[in-house]
């Protein structure tokens, strides 16, 4: 890729795991970048190694005077200091969604999206085409140790792998050369507002895809599947590659007998990678090598270590885990299952947004069907986008887990002075071996340090 004369580029919002992998595209690119958040964060220290430095909260000083343009996260308010310093200084101002899809415009990009899943099969994807020898370069929403435990690559081809989120239509500004769609689902519903309007959603990302380039679609999906004439037909009218993949493909068996992490699901997103790879033209050993070498990502079923109890009779091994949708805690609680048949599962989980757990409610409570024990705890609000729901509290969530599922065993932790105690009580009840999974995608993985 051809350097880009040295600008600076201020971040508004750097933690975040996408704001972030962009900050360190620019910072390849030769570029000055700085950037801002509320709260310092493991992301903040790790950009600091690499010498992006970020101010711990938001004022109009933050903003560089030779700043070329701005990028603000999507969680940040309009009404930010910086941003509107940046307005009357006359500084351009891009969301996150604008500054990915103008770069993905440079590039030929392969786009990763789906309610769930993106970032597994991204690294799975981005892991695969380095081992092929093609050398992307690599957005992705998790910190993988083969990428020196970052969320970003660095490639010597003009290929750029992302991930695309649908949240806040951000996908929809991407302009991919190629894409793998993996699923649709009724997930950030306070932006869409119905399911109608995510499939809507999903079919305009397709018809962004460029002309002749290659689509590979999970043809298990049900939504998906409900859709495919629709996706035929934006295919055929943008003379598009269509491979459907499926578990019952024959292929499938190859790919699930080199795969080490566990659970179907994630058979389906290594089947979608050597699917999308297969068809341009990489070599079949070449994709299931790295394929079989994948230890898993940061906070993606990531063992963690042994519990330190003051009782050395607890036995129990702690995972973190990212999942924040019904779809994903019942994918994850069964892979943990199949993983370690012989154990009891403790499912730690904190709920992300409450708007999220208000128009989810009902599927929520039928989620941790798969764990012997549930401990909630309170609901992860997120900055600028929730307020406090208390008909949808995660204590409300325990009774109505109880009233559905009698036999289900819930505990409502609604003080975390009491976590570790708790925690030691509920493993010394249902007997050892134990795992314990740590699970959410608010700041639940600080607790798992406390454990440890």
């Known amino acids: 890729m051809k350097k880009i004369v040295k600008k600076r580029v201020h971040f508004v919002g750097i933690g975040g795991i996408g704001m972030s992998a962009l900050a360190r595209y620019y910072l390849a690119q030769n570029w000055a970048v700085s ?10 220290r790790d950009l600091a190694k690499v010498g992006i430095r970020a101010k711990i909260g938001h004022k109009m000083g933050n903003l560089p005077k030779n700043a070329h343009f701005i990028v603000f996260s999507g969680a940040v308010l309009r009404s930010n200091p910086e941003i509107c310093a940046a307005r009357r200084r006359g500084i351009p101002r891009k969301s ?35 081992g092929a020898g093609l050398d992307p370069t690599v957005i992705v929403g998790t910190k993988l140790w083969e990428f020196g435990d970052s969320n970003f690559y660095f490639g010597k081809s003009s290929r750029l792998v992302i991930e695309a989120d649908e949240y806040g239509g951000t996908f929809l500004h991407t302009s991919p050369t190629h894409a793998i769609v993996l699923n649709i689902d009724r997930e950030h519903l306070d932006y869409y507002k119905s399911l109608a309007r995510v499939k809507q959603a999903f079919l305009e990302f397709i018809a962004n895809i460029r002309p002749h380039g290659v ?21 055929k009218r943008h ?4 491979c459907w993949y499926s578990l019952r493909d024959s292929n499938a068996g190859r790919v699930r007998n080199v795969l080490r992490i566990s659970g179907e699901h994630n058979v389906s997103n290594a089947l979608a990678v050597y699917t999308f790879l ?18 898993g990502s940061w906070r993606r079923m990531e063992y963690k270590g042994k519990l330190k109890a003051i ?3 607890l036995n129990a091994e702690v995972y973190d885990d990212y999942a924040h949708h019904p779809t994903e805690i019942k994918a994850t609680l069964q892979a943990f299952q199949e993983k370690f048949p012989k154990k009891k599962l403790v499912c ?9 757990l208000r128009l989810l409610f009902q599927d929520f409570a039928d989620a941790f069907v798969g764990a012997d024990v549930t401990v909630l705890l309170p609901v992860y609000r997120v900055a600028g986008r929730d307020k406090v729901l208390p008909k949808y509290s995660s204590r409300a969530l325990t009774e109505e887990i109880v009233n559905r599922h009698s036999k289900s065993r819930v505990v409502y932790l609604g003080s975390m002075k009491d976590f570790r105690k708790t925690i030691e009580e509920v ?3 249902i007997g050892s071996p134990t795992v314990l999974i740590m699970m959410g995608a608010g700041s639940i993985f600080e607790y798992t340090k406390k454990l440890l």
């Open 311 to 313: 009782s050395s009779k």
């Open 96 to 130: 996150y969604a604008e500054a990915l899809g103008e770069i993905t415009q440079e590039h030929e990009t392969i786009a990763v999206t789906g309610a769930h899943g993106k970032s597994t099969t991204t690294s799975l994807l981005a892991l695969s085409m380095i």
């Open 35 to 44: 950037g801002s958040d509320l709260v310092s964060s493991p992301i903040i």
């Open 239 to 242: 003379d598009l590659i269509l």
């Open 215 to 235: 689509l590979a679609i999970n043809k298990d999906d049900e939504i998906i599947w409900s859709l495919r004439r629709r996706i035929l037909a934006i295919s």
């Open 278 to 295: 297969r068809e341009l033209g990489v070599r079949a050993k070449d994709i299931l090598s790295p394929l079989s070498k994948f230890q």
């Open 427 to 429: 493993i010394s009840e």
């Open 348 to 356: 730690v989980y904190q709920p992300h947004q409450a708007k999220r």
